[in-house]
């Protein structure tokens, strides 16, 4: 047997999937119809906030002087790390000239979309990592303006380091909205703001089902589902770190998935001894969130040597994959569906989620198959021109005619042959 299930996992329960695409329906057509005042009541309903919705310039440099110098040192370490590999991106990317026979000029422009909206979770983490990700990569692709929301706590408003985290990162303007509510803002430009071109940014299956529901309308960067991780590890790797990896990552609840996938039993048995001491050394809300991550959706996948490791991980295609094995350029290259890959026993997924640079907005639920993360191409359009001089005229007409006429597309071929009378009057050319 080439793969053995050492410990698994049970399916996620199945949401209300129809009720929950209902409600949201229904609250963004009252949202999209009562404007400001729809979103002002479901502040107070679902946010318990009473207050103003727009952050003032007073209320950020107030966040500011509250946080002790090192929270705002580290803020802007992780923020130039994000800045700086969102820039490397971005010069990665050129725009295209080529003449492609003589007269035939064509090519590519990189265009930043004008407005962005992101969302940054609330609950009983404060975001500030998200608050980095989504908003300085949407900067350093060069987007004109760029909003952002996040719930507010009852009595606080936006936790003062997610607030200093969206004023480094450089929002443009701040909302002290959650849920729908917030989404709809953004999208339909309530509270002043301009309509956003995209949305951005987890969170919950409402935030989720919002912006599914108004894809087309506007664009967003994925519907996420819960987070997820997978390591793979062998005899080489350290136990202890493996199971601190995989009790990390199960922090995030009950709906997030962790994998241990190897092929070595022995460290498979020590990982999973270590793992529920471990859980029980954390916080009880922690604790009890990591308690049911790995109770119900943890695995570890016991397979017979490396390469059916790998055809595993692609077949799980987690958020997060982390390899701590031997070779790592073999895996590097070898492996081909994640969100992102972080290779070595000195790297950790945490490290991707808070401040080493690349970006933790990720496809979840096996979408690393066919599409990779959050990066400035999201906020890129890629459009193309092209010019024609009368070199490459004549046969670009008379190809585009005939092919025409085989479709059985009449107009388009006299938009052609028009053009060879235009331009070459006394020539003769056999046009239909």
Known sequence: MSVQFLKKGREAAAMAEDELRARVAAMLARLRAGGDAAALDYARALDGWDGPVLVTEEEIAAAAKALPQQVKDDIRYAHDNIAGFARAQRASLSETEVELRPGLRVGQRLIPIAAAGAYVPGGRYSHIASALMTVTTAREAGVGHVAAASPPRSGEGIPAPVLYALSVAGADRILKLGGVQAIAALSFGLFGLPRADILIGPGNAYVAEAKRQLFGEVGIDMVAGPTD????????????????????????????????????????????????ALIATLP??????????????????????????????????PEHLHVQAADLDWWRGRLSAYGSLFLGAEATVAFGDKASGTNHVLPTSGAARYTGGLSVLKF????????????????????????????GMEGHARSADIRLERFFPGESFRLR
Do not use: F
């Not at 809300?285 to 017979?304: H, K, M, P, Q, V």
């Not at 890129?380 to 479709?407: G, M, N």
């Open 380 to 407: 890129l359009k890629t459009v193309t021109w092209q010019e024609v001089s009368p070199d490459a005229l004549r046969d670009l007409a008379a190809v585009t005619a005939r092919i025409s006429r085989y479709e």
């Open 229 to 276: 991780s997978l390591v793979i590890a062998d005899r080489t790797a350290d136990a202890e770190l493996v199971a601190w990896d995989l009790v990390g990552q199960a922090e995030h609840g009950p709906t997030s998935p962790v994998w241990l996938v190897t092929d070595d039993a022995d460290l498979a048995g020590r990982v999973a001894a270590r793992i529920p």
């Open 284 to 317: 009880p809300d922690n604790r009890a969130a990591a308690e049911a991550s790995w109770g119900e959706r943890g695995e570890i996948i016991l397979c017979t040597n490396r390469e059916r490791m790998a055809v595993e991980a692609d077949r799980i295609a």
